[in-house]
């Protein structure tokens, strides 16, 4: 008698019945991952024919521009739409006003002009910030007392958005965090006639920990002064403010909005989702991608269940897109 008093709807109800074979496991499932939701970070290099590797990003390599564009094509074959640029600057174009970040012929805007050369139909996503040309590897400039202003950062991030622009960027994404900056950006791109350059803005990054790796790929960890971004990047006790944050940069012109870092974040990308109903992506990022590498590499996890199960559940919190360092491989999986 008793047994009987916890079973609920059982027998009538089995959830397993859907499960227990491939066909209704299919027809039943609710999201699903393609090479459509993927963009691929990439780091790029001066030189020719040269790769560089990123110790604490296994498999992650900086190329020279040449060596971008023949990445190109691979990745438009395997229906990848879009990369997401990070150049590596020479310390010796580094600076306190960061003045390299909108030189025409800076490795940015040539990798932009030579990606939309050789693969013209692939999306080119250009990062808008200054720590890879600041002395001191904060993402704006900093006064006396170290602290990193707003207002002319964002007047600098203008004109390097715009030369962006101008060689040829489908998209530029602030990455930077400082006010107004997407508005600013915004009015500048219809000012000069760039009426259908995207903007996807970082809207709610927070102050992670987990970027560490990038900050080792693009050069700007050791220079780090002050060592943390908390004056401007997200706290990431706060979810609320994510949402304040993706509304006030929607309001001033962004097409799309990102959350950043992904994984410890996918409550917020569902916030946002639910709430803002917009076009979201979010950033599987540096840290991420090393701490997966490092349990495949140790066999701790299985590598291929695991990349895509990692980026099913962004698709599940509310995703359009993820950033994602696995872009290619899990194109390659979902090819299979
Ligand atoms: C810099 C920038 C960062 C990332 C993307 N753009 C690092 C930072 O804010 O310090 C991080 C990406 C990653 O960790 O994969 N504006």
Not at 30 to 41: A, F, G, M, Q
Not at 72 to 81: M, N
Request: charged share 25%.
């Amino acid at each position: 008698m008793s047994n009987n008093l916890h079973r609920g709807a059982y027998p009538h109800t089995r959830l397993r019945r859907l499960r227990a074979r491939d066909f209704s496991r299919r027809l039943v499932r609710e999201h699903s991952l393609s090479c459509d939701d993927l963009i691929l970070p990439l780091f790029v290099i001066e030189g020719r024919g040269e790769t560089q590797k990123v110790t604490s990003m296994p498999d992650v390599e900086r190329l020279s521009v040449d060596l971008l564009a023949k990445k190109a094509k691979t990745l438009l074959q395997l229906g990848i739409p879009a990369v997401a640029l990070f150049p590596v600057v020479d310390p010796a174009h580094k600076s306190d006003d960061a003045r390299a970040a909108y030189d025409p012929d800076g490795l940015a805007q040539r990798a932009v002009r030579e990606l939309k050369n050789a693969a013209p139909e692939l999306g080119v996503i250009t990062d808008v910030a200054l720590d890879p040309f600041t002395s001191h590897g904060q993402d704006g400039l900093m006064d006396n007392s170290g602290y990193i202003v707003n207002d002319d950062t964002v007047e600098v991030l203008v004109q390097q958005a715009l030369s962006h622009a101008v060689a040829g960027a489908d998209v530029v994404a602030p990455s930077d965090m400082m006010d107004g900056r997407i508005g600013a950006i915004r009015e500048a791109l219809e000012r000069e006639g760039h009426v259908n350059t995207l903007i996807m803005s970082y809207a709610a990054k927070y102050a992670s920990a987990y970027y560490g790796p990038f900050r080792d790929a693009v050069g700007s960890a050791g220079n780090l002064k002050g060592g943390s971004k908390a004056s401007y990047q997200m706290d990431p006790a706060n979810s609320d403010e994510a949402l304040h944050e993706c509304a006030l940069d929607l309001q001033e012109g962004a097409d799309m909005i990102m959350v950043k870092p992904g994984m410890p974040y996918l409550d917020v990308v569902r916030r946002v989702k639910d709430e803002l109903k917009v076009p979201t992506f979010a950033y599987q990022v540096s840290g991420e991608y090393a701490m997966h590498c490092a349990a495949f590499d140790n066999g701790w996890l299985n590598r291929e269940l695991v990349i895509l199960e990692s980026l099913t559940a962004f698709k599940r919190a509310g995703a359009d897109g993820i950033l994602t360092y696995f872009a290619e491989e899990a194109a390659q999986l979902l090819q299979d």
